[in-house]
């Protein structure tokens, strides 16, 4: 089978000079690859050179020779898209940031499980709760845990505490030291 024809419109010397340049190790390996097999080297030396098999050369000559130097970069994609639209993703950030009503939810402070639900029962989409905290990671929301508070806690009783607390102590309320003896050795002489 012959060897498969590579476009010649950027001379060697070009594609060694931007691969040097290249900052993506990757990239700049399969120019070199390119400029190798260019000067006349064999498939399998110029493959070699980059540090890669006679087939993946292969596949990218195909790619340089549709695409150009674009053809070269990695096309990773986006990924899998978000299961819920905008406004939705706006609505449980709104859920989130006001927080549960523990008569109505029957929770003091938002677990993953609990907006997994809450998605579920609103929007009809079902999330596991490593992907619910994904999800929250990217609406910018982070993992805070509030402070527990019993759900008859007097707030008055409080605030009362801390006045109180925050005041000096009086003097009578200072432990009081001991005169010392004449004694240096610290212990109680016995008369005698």
């Given at each position: ?48 050179i980059a540090g ?31 299961r819920l639209t ?94 010392p003896s004449g ?10």
């Amino acid at each position: 089978m012959p060897a498969l024809m590579i476009r010649e419109d950027m001379p060697p010397g070009e594609l060694r000079r931007l691969a040097k340049a290249e900052r993506d190790l990757r990239e700049a390996r399969r120019l070199l690859a390119i400029a190798a097999a260019l000067e006349g080297l064999s498939r399998e030396v110029a493959a070699r050179i980059a540090g890669m098999a006679r087939q993946t050369l292969r596949d990218w000559v195909i790619r340089y020779n549709r695409g150009g130097l674009a053809g070269l970069l990695d096309d990773w994609g986006d990924g899998r898209p978000c299961r819920l639209t905008e406004g939705q993703q706006a609505t449980l950030k709104a859920i989130v940031l006001q927080g549960p009503d523990p008569e109505v939810d029957g929770v003091s402070a938002w677990r993953l499980i609990d907006l997994c639900r809450i998605v579920r029962e609103r929007f009809g989409v079902t999330y596991s709760e490593g992907g619910m905290g994904k999800l929250m990671r990217s609406l910018d929301l982070s993992w805070q845990t509030p402070r527990p508070q019993h759900a008859e806690t007097d707030r008055a009783a409080q605030e009362r505490f801390k006045k109180g607390a925050s005041r000096k102590p009086s003097r009578r309320s200072r432990p009081t030291t001991r005169r010392p003896s004449g004694s240096r050795s610290g212990s109680k002489m016995r008369p005698g």
